[in-house]
C-alpha cells in the first residue's frame, strides 16, 4: 500500500513545528523569574550571622535580624530593613565596629548604603556618627554629605561630609565645626 503525501499539510505542520521552535527561550533567568513577581523578594533569611574568613581567620562577621533578597531585579540588592552590626578583624585582629538602622548592598555597583544612627567604632576607638554613610566594597572608601561627628582620642569634630579609606588613615571631615587640638 502507498500512502500520497499532501504537501499542504505537510507544510502547515512545518510552519507551526518552525513556530513553537523559535518562540521557546530556555534563558535560565527567565526559568528562575517564574512564579515570583518581579516585586516581591526571592528569598528572606532571619538571624544572620556571616563569617567572613581569608585562609582561615575571620575578617568580618555580619549580624542582622533580617535580611530580604531582590536580586531577581533588573538592579539587584539585599535589604537589611531592621539594621546591621558589622564586625571586622585587622591584621592584628584588632576590632572594628559597624552599626546601622538599615543597610542595604546593591550587587552589581558593589556599593553599601548604611542609613539611620551609623555609628562607627574603630580599633582605636575613633568615632564616626552620622545618618548615613555610603562604602564603596571596591575602592575600600567611606563617604557623606551628611552631617557627621567624628570622634579621635580628645578631639570632637563636627562637619557636613566625610571621606576616608577604610582604614581611617585619611579620614577628612569637610566643612568643620567643633574643637580641634592641634600641636605646637
Not at 12 to 32: A, G, K, P
Not at 67 to 77: A, L, S
Not at 136 to 159: A, H, P
Request: contains cysteine; proline residues 2%; glycine residues 4%.
Amino acid at each position: 500500500m502507498k500512502v500520497k503525501f499532501n504537501n499542504h499539510i505537510f507544510n502547515i505542520v512545518i510552519v507551526i513545528t518552525m513556530t513553537m521552535f523559535f518562540s521557546c527561550n530556555d534563558s535560565y533567568n527567565e526559568v528562575q523569574k517564574i512564579g515570583v513577581s518581579e516585586n516581591e523578594p526571592v528569598g528572606e533569611a532571619y538571624d544572620i550571622n556571616l563569617k567572613y574568613t581569608v585562609e582561615g581567620r575571620v575578617t568580618a562577621n555580619l549580624l542582622s535580624p533580617k535580611m530580604i533578597d531582590y536580586t531577581n531585579r533588573d538592579f539587584p540588592y539585599n535589604e537589611f530593613p531592621e539594621g546591621i552590626t558589622l564586625y571586622l578583624y585587622d591584621d592584628k585582629d584588632e576590632k572594628s565596629t559597624v552599626v546601622s538602622d538599615y543597610a542595604i548592598i546593591y550587587n552589581d555597583t558593589n556599593l553599601i548604603d548604611l542609613q539611620g544612627n551609623v555609628v562607627i567604632t574603630t580599633a582605636d576607638n575613633s568615632v564616626l556618627k552620622t545618618q548615613q554613610l555610603y562604602y564603596d566594597q571596591k575602592k575600600e572608601w567611606l563617604f557623606t554629605n551628611k552631617s557627621v561627628t567624628f570622634t579621635t582620642g580628645q578631639d570632637v569634630i563636627n562637619g557636613n561630609g566625610f571621606d576616608s579609606n577604610s582604614k581611617f588613615t585619611n579620614a577628612e571631615v569637610l566643612e568643620v565645626t567643633g574643637f580641634i587640638t592641634v600641636e605646637d
